[in-house]
């Protein structure tokens, strides 16, 4: 049924008014008890989004058609849930699920009227809340005041996020590729810090039940001084017991961490590889918009900003006359901050950036005093709000820290295991002045709901004042290329080949498939080669394409070809032809090799390049997925082959085990 519904929405890609009525449809039926189940009405938003954003869809009109559909399905379940309340337990699937009903039934009975809106983004509740609302007898103007809300929330949380990727990948070249980078980052921070923040928080407990467990038992055992403090810890009557194991963990985790990345930093393995790696990625996806966001971004973690949040924290504390936790955080912050430049002095790591060479960089003392401030105003804040308040400002701080060590690996002020090392230092100390504060005052503090919002504003107007003031100071761009060292065709032929990769690096250092090819040429004349032999560029875009991901019936030609990565720089030509069969296709990705192959006066750059043959896994419904081939392996560059790609091969070699093609531009 799924996989004809996906196939409805591929034939009327073309079709705006059918399109219209799925969407309608799509958005009706999820909300309709039992055939909402099997009804893919997010992945239609999504879709519809997409086609949106390619320009084939109006915005406005895909938002009427769904959230009046969206609608009108919540009304009828509503409507079920009223005509039919006494009969409706004994139809399936109820009859033979009653455990559906009763979630819906404890989830209304909770949440009350919001449950209505809250259900809308909650999958298996989604069909089943409004038909409870309706069995226990809600009133229809306010069940419909919360379902037109839910709908207008629901419609733009779908269709927003289509529409930003078919408009991004509409993008010419390379402006595509950067800006599906920088967005996917975002959203990856800010998604996983809510969800990290609210599975640590909603698993706080059983942890600290089960830590609590094995601390008495071994309590029981060891009746000295460490016996008799974990007793006291244990204490059912000593406030905040649970707190303060939970933050005993939290510093043995990070301890833990610490020591691990400074091992793998002093001995150069792996972690240092994914340094690499990540730099190169970063500096081939920078950009002068993408500059300026992430240095604006950046001055969340500026001196300025923490010194105004310590300012806002000492403040505080002093009215609360909290003397002591203000001389230990100070006193931590100092002695971190010492104690990491003594550890940057021992190390002598320089940045990646190679314009910047007046500090050492392991671990990140800027990192740290941003997890310091942060993380201490977050435990301030929590302790304050309730347990709902307390999920949103962990999760900001963490999305704060999180941005401001991206934008410094990003403009190569440290490496990604100097951000890791300096935030895992700087999570202990913070542990330590918690467990402190709470040894030392271990009763709930007062309520001070109004303080995120205090601190929401310092925070703002600090960043409004750097960016009103032009401070914003990107450090020097060192992501232009340098240029490519120069050889002689002889040299290249004879032994320079071997300086080359015989195998295509991923992020993590590990060899993939083998680079069969090198080639000599300028990027329009590869192009033109090997568009007269049939090859297409594979980064072509189209509405067609995007619904093809959801396809059940597609060409593997019409599937967008996924970028790969070489040392973290994406593939700069990537082309592609069909198989034998449509569920088949050749791909060729060719890299930069940072060299150049003297031609008369100039130089032409010399590219490095693999040959994947592809095949379409099936069934892979809802996102067709593309295998490569590995039993075809071979692939002859030799332009009187049928498989040539119109290229002059100079020589053939082989490379630890790997046959390479040597091709240069054909004489003319």
Known sequence: MEHAYIHLLHQLAGHSAWMLTVVFLAAFLEAIAVIGTFIPGSTAMFLAGALTGTGSLSLGWVFVWAIVGAIAGDGMSFWLGGRYKERIVQMWPFSKH?????????????????????????????????????????????????????????????????????????????????????????????????????????????????????????????????????????????????????????????????????????????????????????????????????????????????????????????????????????????????????????????????????????????????????????????????????????????????????????????????????????YIWVAIVALTAMWRHPNAPPARTFMPVVVLAVVVVSVAVQLGMSTLAPPPDTSAAPPPTVLSQSEWTLSAWRRLPCYRSDMGGDHREPLTLQWAAEPASIRGQLRARGWIEGTDVSAHSLLSLASPDVAAVSLPVLPKLNNGVPSSLVFMRPGDTRAERDVLRFWPSGFAVKNGESATPLWVGSFAHERLSRPSWPLNILRVDKAVGSFDAHPASHDGLGAEVLAKVECHGVPVSLLAAPME
């Not at 006359?321 to 912050?333: N, P």
């Not at 704060?400 to 990604?416: D, K, N, T």
């Open 98 to 426: 009653p455990e559906v009903l009763e979630t819906g039934h404890r989830f209304f009975r909770k949440h009350g009227a919001k449950s209505v809106v809250l259900a809308r983004f909650i999958g298996p509740l989604r069909a089943i809340v409004p038909v409870v609302a309706g069995m226990l007898g809600m009133p229809p103007i306010r069940f419909y005041a919360m379902n037109v809300l839910s709908a207008l929330l629901w419609a733009p949380a779908h269709i927003l996020p289509g529409v930003v990727f078919g408009a991004s990948v509409l993008l010419a070249g390379a402006v595509s590729f950067r800006l599906v980078v920088i967005l996917a980052l975002l959203v990856c921070i800010v998604w996983l810090s809510f969800r990290g923040a609210g599975f640590l928080l909603s698993h706080a407990n059983a942890w600290s039940s089960a830590v609590g467990r094995h601390l008495g038992s071994w309590a029981c055992r060891h009746p000295g001084p460490f016996g008799r403090a974990a007793r006291r810890m244990l204490d059912p009557d000593t406030p905040d017991a649970s707190h303060i194991l939970v933050t005993s963990v939290v510093v043995l985790v990070a301890g833990a961490l610490f020591f691990g990345v400074l091992g793998d930093v002093v001995s150069g393995d792996p972690l240092t590889t994914v340094d690499l790696s990540v730099y190169h990625f970063l500096q081939s996806v920078r950009t002068p918009w993408g500059d300026a966001v992430l240095a604006g971004l950046a001055t969340l973690g500026s001196g300025i900003t923490l010194m105004a949040l310590i300012v806002t924290v000492v403040v505080w504390m002093m009215l609360e006359k909290r003397w002591r936790t203000i001389g230990y955080w100070l006193a931590a912050v100092v002695f971190s901050q010492l104690l990491i430049f003594g550890l940057q002095f021992a190390m002598h790591r320089a940045p990646p950036n190679e314009l910047m060479t007046a500090h050492y960089v392991f671990p990140s003392n800027h990192v740290a005093a941003t997890v310091i401030v942060y993380g201490f105003l977050a435990f301030l804040l929590a302790r304050r709000v309730g347990k709902l308040e307390g999920v949103l400002v962990a999760a900001a701080s963490t999305i704060i820290v999180i941005v401001v060590a991206l934008s410094g690996i990003y403009f190569g002020r440290y490496w990604v295991s100097d951000a890791i090392g300096g935030a895992a230092l700087a």
